[in-house]
T-cell receptor, first 114, second 116 residues
Framework: DADVTQTPRNRITKTGKRIMLECSQT?????MYWYRQDPGLGLRLIYY???????NKGEISDGYSVSRQAQAKFSLSLESAIPNQTALYFC?????????????FGPGTRLTVL | AQKVTQAQTEISVVEKEDVTLDCVYE???????LFWYKQPPSGELVFLIR??????QNEISGRYSWNFQKSTSSFNFTITASQVVDSAVYFC?????????????FGGGTRLMVKP
């Protein structure tokens, strides 16, 4: 079984809709991250969480919110989706302390906003 | 601030050719970690290698090799005798030891197309 899972894997939605992307992990890691991938821009950090009570904004947090429901679950929400949020979204986890700052990625969620 | 540049946005080669993907990074930290990931057409990220800043030994794994040079802040990736299955987007990433959040900074990626 995969250590980091994301649901849904693909989603098509309409402008203005609220949508939630979910991430679950069985690695027992404290730290979780949400990234967005756009062509030519690599992955950029949206939000990250050190534990259930510690959530931090990343490079591109505008238009997004997150919820850390438990150590194993970290959700990303788009309150009112817009077309330029069409992208591939990745969840990742990291242990702490992490020997080499390694992160472990989920399979990704492909989101299309029409 | 950390930054990663992959100047080659797209490379096309014919099968069996050797190809090198360039990665140049910027960091103020003396201890940092460099990574390469492969993203095949299916979309997932596949971890390829991690290199610590204090270990400048080059590494070879089958057809893959990595050349880490601190003097030029580069961590280049070479595929020898490329195959069609190597077609993918490749990302270089950097994380500074002093970064409390273990944040990764990614380059923009290089799309490699290997033609039969």
């Amino acid at each position: 079984d995969a250590d980091v899972t994301q649901t849904p894997r693909n989603r098509i939605t309409k402008t203005g809709k609220r949508i939630m992307l979910e991430c679950s992990q069985t690695k027992g890691h404290d730290r979780m991250y949400w990234y967005r991938q756009d062509p030519g821009l690599g992955l950029r950090l949206i939000y990250y969480s050190f534990d259930v009570k510690d959530i931090n904004k990343g490079e591109i947090s505008d238009g997004y919110s997150v919820s850390r429901q438990a150590q194993a679950k970290f959700s990303l929400s788009l309150e009112s989706a817009i077309p330029n949020q069409t992208a591939l979204y990745f969840c990742a986890t990291s242990d702490f302390p992490a020997t080499y700052n390694e992160q472990f990625f989920g399979p990704g969620t492909r989101l299309t906003v029409l | 601030a950390q930054k990663v540049t992959q100047a080659q946005t797209e490379i096309s080669v014919v099968e069996k050719e050797d190809v090198t993907l360039d990665c140049v990074y910027e960091t103020r930290d003396t201890t940092y970690y460099l990574f390469w990931y492969k993203q095949p057409p299916s979309g997932e990220l596949v971890f390829l290698i991690r290199r610590n800043s204090f270990d400048e030994q080059n590494e070879i794994s089958g057809r893959y090799s990595w050349n880490f040079q601190k003097s030029t802040s580069s961590f280049n990736f070479t595929i020898t005798a490329s195959q069609v299955v190597d077609s993918a987007v490749y990302f270089c990433a950097l994380s500074e030891r002093g970064n409390a959040g273990n944040m990764l900074t990614f380059g923009g990626g290089t799309r490699l197309m290997v033609k039969p």
